[in-house]
């Protein structure tokens, strides 16, 4: 888990034909490296070995419900935005096993599994990323009730963030304070930089670890050209944001506004089918499932991810309590942007916008928190 310090502060250029001994010195002090690859036609985070595997000259078009992977004219290796994976697949995994018990004559004994959890090192997170690993910290970390596999995983990552030069069409991270620049929670953040015919990484360490692997890589210090050159490409993808998301008052006007007919169109075209949440960042939802084998002799218990826009989610005896899609779409744009500020104290909404790209029906909800805000303006 990346810790702040000043004195680790380091910034260094590497050149593209370099970045494979970025990879080297990460499995070489025992990292599996996850990273950004291609498979079914989108960028997924998954186990890479070489720069080969990663998205090299693809860039990514997305919109309400559509994303396309595009051939760029240039070289990039992190060209894309975001794909519909969060790192949460790997720090709060949508499967995983709490407790195993096996019976032994007349008693049950906890099965150890014994072993130790990898370290991983995630290349290629976005700042809106960082922010939700920062949400999910507070989340899973704070208080007296922590989550100790979280912890687990967390105390075992190893960060490598990724500046983004280029905003996708589903954007908001401005609006929301997160981006589109690394300031904080990583060990590395890179800034991809093409400029007459160079193709090259300012990178900036952020921790002990991430100035000693620094340090081990062939580079060269940054001038002031390069972090210039660095922020000028960071700016353009601020200034060229897809969505917009007005985030004054936002929760007072969310919550005063609890049966605002906005709620009925958007239950017209939602099919509860939970998209939204699955490849949300922050959403962090969960069942718990308990299961034996066929003989009863081995039970255990799984946390699982779920969704509030599934009908058994509320189900207590009697019934669910939001028993239609508008009551749960309701829910769950008011927790994100409203109601998690109450529990959490900060919104629940990183502004990466997937949740915009993946919903079927293209559902915004920048555009429906603004069409409730507007009818009040208008009054």
Excluded at 92 to 115: Q, S
Excluded at 174 to 194: C, H, Q, R, W, Y
Excluded at 218 to 227: K, L, T
Excluded at 268 to 276: A, D, E, I
Aim: glycine content about 10%; overall charge negative.
């Amino acid at each position: 888990m990346p810790e702040s310090n000043d004195k680790s502060t380091r910034s260094g250029v590497i050149k593209t034909d370099g970045f494979e001994h970025l990879l080297e010195a990460l499995a070489g002090r025992g990292y599996e490296i996850i990273g950004p690859t291609v498979k079914d036609g989108a960028v997924t985070y998954d186990t890479i070995t070489a720069v080969h595997d990663l998205p090299i000259g693809l860039i990514d078009r997305q919109d309400g419900g559509t994303y396309r992977l595009l051939q760029n004219d240039q070289k990039t290796l992190f060209g894309y935005v975001v794909g519909q994976d969060s790192w949460k697949k790997f720090l709060y995994p949508p499967k995983h096993k709490m407790l195993e018990l096996a019976r032994r004559d007349k008693t049950f004994n906890t099965v150890r599994d014994g072993g130790k959890p990898g370290k991983l090192a995630l290349l290629g997170v976005r700042a809106c990323e960082l922010q939700a690993i920062a949400v999910h910290d507070k989340i899973l970390l704070g208080g007296p009730y922590a989550d100790p596999d979280y912890r687990t995983n967390r105390e075992n990552s190893l960060i490598i963030a990724v500046n983004c030069t280029r905003a996708g069409g589903t954007c908001f991270c401005v609006s929301m304070g997160t981006g589109p620049k690394a300031k904080s929670g990583f060990d590395l953040a890179l800034t991809e930089i093409i400029e007459n015919g160079s193709h090259y990484f300012l990178v900036e360490s952020g921790s002990d670890m991430g100035a000693e692997i620094l340090s081990e890589i062939s580079s060269r210090e940054a001038d002031e050209h390069d972090i210039r050159t660095a922020e000028l490409a960071i700016a353009t993808a601020a200034a060229n944001m897809g969505r917009n998301l007005d985030t004054n008052g936002l929760k007072e006007l969310l919550q005063r506004n609890f049966d605002h007919p906005r709620w009925d169109q958007a239950a017209v075209r939602c099919l509860s089918c939970g998209n939204c949440t699955m490849v949300c960042p922050t959403c962090f939802c969960m069942t718990i499932e308990d299961a034996t084998d066929i003989d009863s002799q081995i039970a255990a218990r799984w946390r699982k991810w779920d969704s509030c826009f599934t009908l058994d989610f509320s189900y207590i005896h009697g019934g669910s309590i939001r028993a239609s899609g508008k009551s749960r779409y309701r829910q769950w744009l008011m927790h994100k942007l409203a109601n998690w500020v109450d529990q959490f104290g900060m919104i629940g909404c990183v502004g990466c916008g997937r949740c915009i790209t993946w919903c079927p029906v293209g559902i915004d909800l920048t555009e429906e928190a603004g069409a409730i805000r507007a009818s009040e303006i208008g009054k």
